[in-house]
């Protein structure tokens, strides 16, 4: 099953369950109102809703109970004590200061986890963290402690419950990438906004960065269309602006215009386009076959410039931007991890593109800004950190990277995003309403910088990737 089929899979499971279960709630009602009191259904309908907004309207597609399956190399493990709840490596073992660093515990929620987000808090560093895991988890997680490696060869880094407790003995792993940073970095995103969510700490501290935006991003239009305009004049108008925010806002960060570039395909079309490779595949929203529109702002002619929108003119335009650039590091989305349609498609437009191919990069890392099961991860509060994303498959190809990123480099990245044109709608009342019942009962809370969802889960202590040497057999960097 592709990973796009998958996540239609769960959410047809999870609608099928909740239709089911709102039958029930409606039968109880109808009983309760026959048996007990007229005026008693209504108040069991509010405070049911109120209930299902504060703690269950979050999309879990799996048990909270359910292990995360990794399969992290046992080359990169290092032994590791847990006592009092303070982390200490065995005598002799030693860890770099920019080290990658995943704990491993088997966590198990207290009651008051099944209505307030359990976290863990990681003190004795420079800094506290803290990182937050589902309501009622009870089961094998994976926290990240990188940047306090420190601490942790000190003996000072201990790691406290709030709402569930560790059980066990931790397991811990390093792992000693190479820094990115010196390097030439482009970064592939599907759509504008991809790129700063995933990598702006990375690619603003880069020594030379690209960003590619394969898409328009001009679908879904209604906020244009609630101004007076058309369907297919609120897509032009909303393509046109992300296109040029793809190649502004990475100036923010320090990438010139010159190393931006919008592909101007269209949106949740790359799936039409690979099938047919050849063929012109129109926008499904802005009545548009032509590419050149969302192309305007580019300061490099490419092969794809001739307006047509097929896959034979997306490869041709990467392999152009891949000599030209010749980067190091590429990053892209992970297709086993995010299931976006158009993400699995940029990650193998790349490898395809990169077929045969004169220069190769030295890195490829994945990133994953959607989930399959999960739409709350990173769960938690803005400016914590990133654990690992549920995984029930294990995989060893996936060797996780994660990049610190410092309060100044958190507070610019949400400035990028800010000025995101697809990020800065209001939210609707009942997503407003939520939150606002969420916040006094379930104590969570959200950012200032945005009401976008994506400001509380992407402006992080971390940015996590995936990373691949290309040319090494065993895949494990640092082993």
Request: a neutral charge; hydrophobic letters at 45%.
């Amino acid at each position: 099953m592709s990973a796009g089929s998958r996540k239609q899979q769960l959410l047809k499971r999870h609608r099928r369950h909740k239709r089911v279960a709102l039958l029930i709630a409606f039968w109880v009602l109808i009983v309760a109102g026959v048996l007990v009191a007229w005026w008693l259904p209504l108040v069991l309908a509010v405070v049911g809703w109120v209930a299902h907004e504060a703690w269950f309207a979050d999309h879990l597609f799996y048990s909270p109970k359910d292990d995360y399956h990794y399969r992290l190399p046992e080359a990169n493990e290092l032994p590791v004590g847990f006592d009092g709840g303070r982390l200490s490596l065995a005598q002799g073992a030693c860890v770099a200061v920019d080290a990658t660093l995943i704990v491993e515990v088997r966590l198990k929620s207290r009651w008051l986890g099944r209505f307030l987000d359990p976290v863990i808090r990681v003190v004795g560093g420079a800094l506290d963290d803290a990182q937050a895991f589902e309501r009622g988890v009870q089961g094998l997680r994976y926290l990240n402690i990188t940047g306090e490696s420190q601490a942790l060869q000190a003996g000072r880094l201990a790691l406290l419950g709030q709402h569930c407790r560790v059980v066990g003995a931790p397991r811990l792993w390093a792992f000693n990438h190479s820094d990115l940073r010196p390097k030439r970095v482009m970064v592939i995103a599907p759509h504008a906004d991809d790129a700063e969510l995933a990598a702006f700490g990375l690619y603003s501290q880069a020594a030379e960065a690209w960003i590619v935006t394969l898409t328009a991003g001009e679908i879904e239009a209604e906020f244009y269309q609630d101004m007076g305009m058309s369907g297919a004049e609120a897509a032009q108008t909303k393509g046109r602006l992300r296109a040029w925010d793809s190649i502004a806002v990475p100036l923010w960060g320090g990438v010139p215009a010159e190393h931006c570039v919008q592909l101007g395909y269209f949106c949740l079309q790359l799936p039409a386009m690979q099938a047919a490779p050849d063929q012109p595949i129109a926008s499904r929203e802005a009545q548009l076959s032509d590419t050149r529109l969302f192309r305007q702002y580019n300061r490099l002619a490419l092969p794809g410039d001739d307006g047509v929108p097929s896959w034979n003119n997306l490869l041709a335009d990467l392999r152009a931007l891949l000599l030209l650039a010749r980067p190091e590091v590429i990053v892209m989305p992970h297709a086993s991890i995010d299931p976006h349609p158009d993400h699995i498609c940029a990650q193998a437009a790349v490898h395809e593109a990169l077929l045969g191919l004169a220069w190769q990069p030295e890195t490829l890392l994945g990133y994953a800004n959607h989930l399959h099961d999960n739409d709350r991860w990173p769960m938690g509060d803005a400016h914590m950190g990133v654990s690992l994303p549920p995984v029930f498959a294990a995989d060893p190809s996936l060797i996780p990277c994660s990049l610190s990123l410092p309060a100044p480099l958190r507070r610019d990245k949400a400035m990028a995003l800010g000025m995101m044109h697809d990020l800065q709608p209001p939210m609707p009342f009942k997503r407003r309403l939520r939150r606002w019942l969420q916040q006094r009962l379930a104590a969570r809370r959200w950012p200032a910088e945005g009401e976008n969802e994506f400001f509380r889960k992407a402006v992080r202590r971390h940015e996590l990737f995936w990373r691949r040497d290309v040319g090494r057999d065993d895949d494990q960097p640092g082993s």
